[in-house]
Structures are given as structure tokens and as C-alpha cells.
């Protein structure tokens, strides 16, 4: 079975403030883990995923397999990164293409 | 992500009726998907499909029911026999890849009334 975890329902910072959204997950495989972001009365879209290894508007998340975290992080927030963020886990060469995700950590940057 | 498109988008259903909703992509992806968007719950995988004519229940299929017999499209029934169907429904779909990742519709959301 596998799982993913963002124990944050809201996480509320000031502008210039540093940014993370936690993410955990539970799979007995090699995963692979996404971030998606929903922006408001926007479609969800692909922000980050940990195989390309790139930075999107500023913020990057490592893989750490050893605490079976995916953590999101920005350094300096803008008001425009305010958003709801889902973390979102598959299995790396399975079968199974779906995703599994998180409940999301809604993010509101004030000015 | 013009690709995948979902109609319509407000439905409104009276409880014991059968809707179904739409779900089209021209990305020319094998692999299509739909998901269940409530408040405080994620997303979660209603049905998918790897190829065309063969899919799959995923972890909460009770009380909808899909086909795929072609390539673009992947309607989604929402049956009398789901007992909360009010929901927002996103429809997905990725190539085979192996990292590909997944290109979401805009939704439906679906009120029964």
C-alpha cells in the first residue's frame, strides 16, 4: 500500500518569509514524487518532480529516502504563491500509473 | 493544459438519476484517469485506463462506472447507487513515459440536489 501525508491543512507565512510544505509518504518500492499546485479557479497543474531534479518558480524538494520525505521549499514567498499544494506519489516501474495524493496544505502568503 | 478537456462544468443531478460526465484529451496519451476532489481529502482514483478497451477500479470505484473504447475518451457515470456523489471530478491523463507526469482537466462539479 502506499500513502502520502502533508499534516499541514493550512500553512499561513508573510512575504520574504522562507516556505515549507511538508510531505511524507509510505511505499515499499522506489517511488517517484510529484508536487502539484492548484492556484484559485486555475486547473491542477505539475510543479515539481523529484526525477528532473529542477527548481519551478523558485522552489525545489529533495527526495529523502531515508525519512521518506518529500518536502517543498521556497526561500523568499511572494503573494502569488499562494495556492493549494498537493504532494502525489506512484510507483517507479510498476504497473499501476495512477497517483496517489495527499490532502494538501493550502498556502497563504500575505503581504 | 488546453489538451484535456471536461464537460460540462456545473452539473446539477436529482438524487436516483445517473449523470454522466465527459472527459476528452487530443495529447494522444495512452493512460487516462479520474479522480474524486473533496475538502480536506485530496484527490482520490476513481477508474483508470492504460490503453483503450481495458481499465481498472482504482481505490474508490463503488457507484461509478466508465468505458474506453476510444483512444480520447473517458466518460465517467456517476450512478444512483453512489451515496455522496457531490464532488468535484478531475480527469487526468499521462503518456507512457516512465516519468511522464500526469496533465489534469479543468473538473466538473457535480451537485445533487
Known amino acids: 500500500a502506499q500513502r502520502v501525508t502533508q499534516p499541514e491543512k493550512l500553512l499561513s507565512v508573510f512575504k520574504g518569509a522562507p516556505v515549507e510544505l511538508k510531505c511524507n509518504y509510505s511505499y515499499s518500492g522506489s517511488p517517484e514524487l510529484f508536487w502539484y499546485v492548484q492556484y484559485s479557479r486555475q486547473r491542477l497543474q505539475l510543479l515539481l518532480r523529484h526525477i528532473s531534479r529542477e527548481s519551478i518558480k523558485g522552489f525545489t524538494a529533495d527526495l529523502n529516502k531515508g525519512e521518506t520525505s518529500f518536502h517543498l521549499k521556497k526561500p523568499f514567498a511572494q503573494e502569488e504563491d499562494s495556492a493549494m499544494y498537493y504532494c502525489?506519489?506512484?510507483?517507479?516501474?510498476?504497473?499501476?500509473?495512477?497517483?496517489?495524493f495527499g490532502s494538501g496544505t493550502r498556502l497563504q502568503v500575505q503581504p | 493544459d488546453g489538451g484535456i478537456t471536461q464537460s460540462p462544468k456545473y452539473l446539477f443531478r436529482k438524487e436516483g438519476q445517473n449523470v454522466t460526465l465527459s472527459c476528452e484529451q487530443n495529447?494522444?496519451?495512452?493512460?487516462m484517469y479520474w479522480y474524486r476532489q473533496d475538502p480536506g481529502q485530496g484527490l482520490r482514483l476513481i477508474y483508470y485506463?492504460?490503453?483503450?478497451?481495458?481499465?481498472q477500479k482504482g481505490d474508490i470505484a463503488e457507484g461509478y462506472s466508465v468505458s474506453r473504447e476510444k483512444k480520447e475518451s473517458f466518460p465517467l457515470t456517476v450512478t444512483s447507487a453512489q451515496k455522496n456523489p457531490t464532488a468535484f471530478y478531475l480527469c487526468a491523463s499521462n503518456d507512457r513515459e516512465p516519468g511522464g507526469p500526469q496533465h489534469f482537466g479543468p473538473g466538473t462539479r457535480l451537485t445533487v440536489l
Open positions: 495529447l494522444n496519451h495512452d493512460a
Open positions: 502525489a506519489l506512484r510507483g517507479l516501474g510498476t504497473g499501476r500509473r495512477a497517483l496517489t
Open positions: 485506463s492504460q490503453i483503450v478497451n481495458d481499465f
